[in-house]
């Protein structure tokens, strides 16, 4: 009875994620793999030429991080990208580097 009582309590704080019980924290970060496992996929996605893109992440060339371009050619051999900057300067950067800008309503 006690520990009958003691075991379904114990179940209750320990149970699956999204089941009831369930603490916020392994909800949370469930849905932090979740949303990491699609920004990667994502990430690995092919850019077009013409696409819009942001730089990021780079270290060596840190200045550009946050810049906004467009792809003037697709992952070479090496797998970088040709990107032409605003302003003009173009760089070669690593697909992980490269965030693709949605820009809604254009052409609208």
Do not use: C, M, W
Not at 16 to 25: P, R
Not at 102 to 108: E, V
């Amino acid at each position: 009875s006690e520990q009958i009582s003691a075991a379904r309590q114990k179940k209750r704080s320990t149970s699956s994620f999204g089941e009831q019980g369930g603490s916020s924290v392994d909800k949370g970060l469930y849905e932090s793999v979740i949303t990491d496992a699609t920004a990667d996929a994502a990430s690995q996605r092919p850019l077009e030429a013409g696409a819009t893109v942001k730089v990021s992440g780079l270290v060596a060339a840190a200045q550009y991080n946050g810049k906004q371009g467009t792809i003037l050619a697709a992952a070479g051999e090496d797998g970088r990208y040709s990107v032409r900057l605003e302003g003009g300067k173009e760089l070669k950067v690593k697909r992980a580097n490269l965030e693709e800008v949605h820009k809604f309503g254009a052409g609208i």
